[in-house]
């Protein structure tokens, strides 16, 4: 009994994650966005891994030290929709601006928000320049990619107004040029 010791816990006392938990944690997400078959394909681009690894690391550290990562999953896969439902859930402007330019082909990567374009689809009386003011996914359940659709505006003064919507990647012509402000 005099080896015996109890351990005392600090309030906001702690430890960083470890290499060894940053690399689990590294592998694992890996796995679970690889493209069946092919494990070196991913179903995300690697700035999506880039931008959710952080959170990732932090969660599977956080389930290792707790005790909540036991053998009662230990062989069990998160299943793919699992996976893609939480990369979906990922919004505001920068996840759709990678979401824009990562999960496309690099060679015809769409053009992000609040950059100018050039519309050429078939409304043909809106032909012009305008700014990409909103990216929206819309769900593909054979591929569990997204196909991505863009609203274009103008704007006056320093109001952007919507001129078309819904417009597909093929009907653009992204141009080196970003509204910096409003």
């Given at each position: 009994?005099?080896?015996?010791?109890?351990v005392e816990r600090a309030e906001g006392t702690g430890a960083p994650i470890t290499d060894a938990e940053k690399e689990q944690a590294g592998y694992t997400l890996r796995?679970?966005?690889?493209?069946?078959?092919?494990?070196?394909?991913?179903?995300?681009?690697?700035e999506w891994l880039a931008l959710v690894q952080p959170f990732f690391?932090?969660?599977?550290?956080?389930?290792?030290?707790?005790?909540?990562?036991?053998?009662?999953?230990a062989g069990v896969p998160v299943t793919g929709a699992t996976v893609a439902r939480a990369f979906a859930q990922l919004n505001g402007e920068r996840a759709a601006d990678l979401l824009a330019r990562g999960l496309e082909d690099p060679q015809s990567a769409g053009p992000s928000i609040w950059q100018r374009v050039r519309?050429?689809?078939?409304?043909?009386?809106?032909?012009?320049?305008?700014?990409?003011?909103?990216?929206?996914?819309?769900?593909?359940?054979?591929?569990?990619?997204?196909?991505?659709?863009?609203?274009?505006?103008?704007?006056?003064?320093?109001?952007?107004?919507p001129v078309v919507k819904n417009v597909r990647r093929v009907s653009l012509t992204p141009l080196g040029e970003w509204l910096t402000a409003l």
């Open positions: 009994m005099e080896n015996t010791r109890s796995a679970m966005t690889a493209k069946p078959g092919d494990p070196e394909a991913l179903l995300v681009s690697r690391e932090l969660g599977w550290a956080m389930g290792v030290r707790t005790g909540n990562t036991g053998m009662a999953v519309y050429h689809g078939s409304l043909t009386q809106a032909h012009g320049t305008y700014w990409v003011c909103a990216i929206h996914a819309h769900g593909d359940p054979l591929s569990m990619l997204p196909t991505l659709r863009y609203d274009l505006c103008e704007l006056r003064g320093d109001t952007p107004v």
